[in-house]
């Protein structure tokens, strides 16, 4: 993923996965998550009313999740698919 972001002008080398916190609801206005599983889990530990959304939800016609590249070592078209969503997810902020 990093040779791919980099390709494309993204550095995400200082980047590092992390748990997401029940503090983290407090701290941002909108959690998106990448898949359903992520989803589920979100809305596991959220409060109520915690704005929890599917990055995908923010361009139709996407499919149901972002797939993981590391599974389907589809680096290209989770970028792609990323940066479409990420359009939508603007336009609506």
């Known amino acids: 993923m990093q040779k791919a972001a980099r390709a494309r002008g993204y550095d995400l080398s ?7 916190t029940r503090d983290d609801f407090d701290r941002f206005d909108m959690v998106v998550a990448m898949d359903r599983d992520n989803l589920d889990d979100l809305r596991a530990l959220a409060p109520g009313g915690a704005d929890l959304r599917l990055m995908t939800e923010f361009a139709p016609g996407c499919g149901a999740s972002v ?5 389907t070592r589809d680096f290209d078209g989770t970028l792609d698919l990323i940066e479409r969503c990420a359009r939508g997810l603007l336009d609506q902020l």
């Not at 797939?67 to 599974?71: E, T, V």
């Open 14 to 20: 200082g980047l590092r996965a992390r748990r997401v």
């Open 67 to 71: 797939p993981d590249p590391y599974y």
